[in-house]
């Protein structure tokens, strides 16, 4: 069952090696859980086969640092989270590395948390898991080979900095899944060959910043009722769709960012495009409805097409434009 577990204050665990924890269909076995203590601190464990690795519960003021998470996950259904947190806040989640859980890391009614300098890799489902949390800090963190990188649900108040989310592969895989999310950012972050870079849905006042999409299948996909969000000096870089939207409506702005795939001209010479980019493809909306369709991706058929949408929007939302897209890649700081 499960192997240690922290029930008062000011408790350090370092430098263990846990292997082997119990698995059940009704307990959430554990090598370590911290349960309603604050002021401990876990740090260089090694935990290897584990049902849950790390179970934090009410608890807070603590600092996960520097472990090591080795699961056999196969499914989501017969395996538990690597750093699982729950109605835990003002943690220190730091330098640790997860592969093949269910979840990488979870939270789920947890604030004002740092998630910092992890690499959370190969796991079935989320590198990183958000439920119902507020004002949570991701920054500095890799998530390879997941399912899906981040999902934030039911959330708002999050900042996401200078993250990798690359080779995110699948049906439903994503570098971020944002779900009812409100007033959050991301910024500097870098999406490289994913299914789809970020898909959003029912997600507001989102800020996206100096990001960089890198050959991926879509670059965004906004599955609709999202508004007034802000994307601005981001660089689409060989994305197959850059973006794919539904509806006609746009209430967005998509102003000011970098398009390989722009071909207009900069007379004046002020690095700002003369001539206005409209970044959706009519095959993007067709793919979207029938995806047998994306066999026809490089045909001449599809070229026309798309040229025809942009002349004359019919399908596609007809004041979703890039008024001042950047001639040159943007350089972040």
């Not at 806040?89 to 992890?118: P, T």
């Not at 870079?197 to 999202?226: C, M, P, Q």
Request: charged residues 20%; glycine residues 6%; contains cysteine.
């Amino acid at each position: 069952g499960e192997v240690l577990s922290i029930e008062a204050d000011y408790v350090t665990v370092d430098g263990f090696e846990i292997v082997n924890v119990g698995s059940s269909n009704l307990k959430d076995f554990s090598a370590i859980r911290a349960k309603r203590v604050q002021y401990f601190t876990i740090q260089n464990l090694h935990i290897r086969h584990p049902f849950f690795a790390i179970f934090i519960e009410k608890s807070s003021y603590g600092k996960v640092l520097n472990n090591k998470v080795y699961g056999m996950a196969e499914s989501e259904f017969n395996a538990g989270n690597g750093i699982h947190i729950w109605y835990s806040n003002n943690l220190e989640i730091k330098r640790n590395e997860v592969y093949q859980m269910r979840d990488g890391i979870y939270l789920e009614f947890s604030d004002h948390n740092l998630i910092d300098h992890n690499i959370s890799k190969d796991n079935v489902r989320y590198g990183l898991h958000f439920m119902f949390s507020q004002s949570n800090t991701v920054s500095h963190n890799t998530f390879n080979h997941n399912g899906a990188g981040i999902a934030i649900m039911f959330s708002k108040n999050m900042k996401m900095h200078r993250n990798i989310f690359k080779d995110n592969w699948g049906g439903a895989a994503y570098g971020v899944l944002l779900k009812e999310a409100m007033d959050c950012e991301l910024t500097y972050n870098i999406f490289e060959r994913n299914t789809t870079g970020i898909n959003v849905e029912g997600s507001n006042r989102i800020t996206y910043l100096h990001n960089d999409f890198k050959s991926n299948g879509w670059a965004i996909k906004s599955r609709g009722a999202n508004y007034h969000n802000l994307f601005t000096k981001n660089n689409f870089l060989n994305n197959s769709f850059d973006l794919a939207y539904n509806g006609p409506l746009n209430q967005n702005s998509f102003d000011g960012n970098y398009w390989s795939e722009y071909t207009g001209y900069d007379l004046d010479k002020d690095g700002i495009g003369d001539i206005p980019h409209r970044p959706i493809k009519l095959f993007s909306y067709l793919v979207n409805k029938s995806r047998e369709s994306i066999i026809l991706l490089r045909s001449i058929f599809i070229d026309i097409i798309d040229f025809a949408e942009k002349i004359s929007p019919v399908l596609t939302p007809d004041n979703l434009v890039d008024h001042s897209p950047s001639i040159k890649k943007i350089e972040h700081d």
